[in-house]
């Protein structure tokens, strides 16, 4: 048995963020096939959701680059690589110090995920928490009502490319801790960072699943630099062409633009679907 595994964001989604109606043919192919497939992604479930309703993902799903696995059939997380108050309180610092809003996510209950914040400055950072709060509903509270014993699943925050660079480089010296970042979806001029435990990755979080399915092997598709770790785990890995060049050189290959549906079209001929 063959697992795929997804990552979304300039993958199995196009620029506008949806599945569009080929990919989705395909997915419905594959479902009737038999074969098995999922998702590993930066985002969190409740962001998501919206776009993977209604096109049979059954199986357990990656989130937050493997902080957490989602079980759909139960509900419920499982496999939870949570911060502590000690390496929270360090981002914290290091955010608010470069003028950055940090966004705090915690885990409570098997279902629940809640963003803490300090007061918001930047038009940017007042539209993550609308995103969050009124679209995806995440309950938003004050950063200092956060709990003394909250999960803490990652801290992210948005703003110029030079202070998000600066959290980079302290988030680097710390043991514990790895962090991301790219460019806003709200501009261009702005950059995105997510933080999170090191123990969590997307390659630890296949093995999970591949364990959790019983997968023998294991096929995978990313194009960004939280997919390296899911690359070096994976049996195939492919990604498109408006991945990144670090992420193709360590592909199988590399396949069809993300906004040409690169992905569905190579599954029809990997898996002898009808074109």
Same mark, same amino acid.
């Given at each position: 048995?063959?697992?795929?595994?997804? /990552?979304?964001?300039?993958?199995?989604?196009?620029?506008?963020?949806?599945?569009?109606?080929?990919?989705?043919?395909?997915?419905?192919?594959?479902?009737?096939?038999?074969?098995?497939?999922?998702?590993?992604?930066?985002?969190?479930?409740?962001?998501?959701?919206?776009?993977?309703? *209604?096109? *049979?993902?059954?199986?357990?799903?990656?989130?937050? #680059?493997?902080?957490?696995?989602?079980?759909? /059939?139960?509900?419920?997380? @499982?496999?939870? #690589?949570?911060?502590?108050?000690?390496?929270?309180?360090?981002?914290?610092?290091?955010?608010?110090?470069?003028?950055?809003?940090?966004?705090?996510?915690?885990?409570?209950?098997?279902?629940?995920? #809640?963003?803490?914040?300090?007061?918001?400055?930047?038009?940017?950072?007042?539209?993550?928490?609308?995103?969050?709060?009124?679209?995806?509903?995440?309950?938003?509270?004050?950063?200092?009502?956060?709990?003394?014993?909250?999960?803490?699943? #990652?801290?992210?925050?948005?703003g110029d490319k030079a202070l998000i660079k600066a959290v980079i480089g302290f988030v680097?010296?710390?043991?514990?801790?790895?962090?991301?970042?790219?460019?806003?979806?709200?501009?261009? /001029?702005?950059?995105?960072?997510?933080?999170?435990?090191?123990?969590?990755?997307?390659?630890?979080?296949?093995?999970?699943?591949?364990?959790?399915?019983?997968?023998?092997?294991?096929?995978?598709? *990313?194009?960004? /630099?939280?997919?390296?770790?899911?690359?070096?785990?994976?049996?195939?890995?492919?990604?498109?062409?408006?991945?990144?060049?670090?992420?193709? @050189?360590l592909a199988t290959a590399v396949i069809g633009h993300h906004d040409q549906d690169g992905?569905?079209?190579?599954?029809?001929?990997?898996? @002898?679907?009808?074109?």
């Amino acid at each position: 048995m063959e697992l795929v595994v997804f /990552d979304l964001d300039g993958t199995l989604l196009n620029s506008e963020s949806v599945i569009s109606t080929y990919t989705r043919e395909t997915l419905d192919m594959l479902t009737d096939r038999g074969v098995a497939y999922t998702v590993a992604t930066g985002r969190t479930l409740h962001a998501s959701r919206d776009v993977l309703d *209604g096109h *049979g993902f059954a199986l357990p799903q990656a989130y937050k #680059n493997g902080v957490v696995i989602w079980h759909p /059939d139960h509900r419920r997380y @499982s496999h939870r #690589n949570i911060l502590t108050t000690g390496e929270l309180a360090a981002v914290v610092s290091a955010c608010m110090t470069e003028g950055l809003a940090p966004f705090v996510f915690t885990l409570e209950g098997d279902t629940d995920l #809640n963003v803490y914040h300090p007061p918001l400055k930047s038009a940017a950072e007042k539209h993550v928490v609308m995103e969050y709060s009124v679209r995806r509903g995440i309950a938003a509270h004050p950063l200092a009502e956060i709990p003394a014993d909250a999960e803490i699943s #990652n801290i992210s925050a948005i703003g110029d490319k030079a202070l998000i660079k600066a959290v980079i480089g302290f988030v680097k010296e710390q043991p514990h801790l790895v962090a991301y970042s790219g460019v806003a979806v709200e501009s261009k /001029d702005l950059y995105w960072l997510d933080v999170h435990h090191s123990d969590a990755s997307k390659g630890g979080a296949i093995q999970t699943l591949k364990q959790l399915v019983g997968a023998e092997r294991v096929v995978c598709f *990313g194009d960004s /630099d939280n997919d390296a770790s899911m690359f070096a785990a994976a049996d195939e890995s492919y990604a498109p062409e408006n991945a990144k060049s670090t992420i193709k @050189s360590l592909a199988t290959a590399v396949i069809g633009h993300h906004d040409q549906d690169g992905i569905a079209r190579f599954l029809r001929e990997r898996f @002898s679907l009808p074109g």
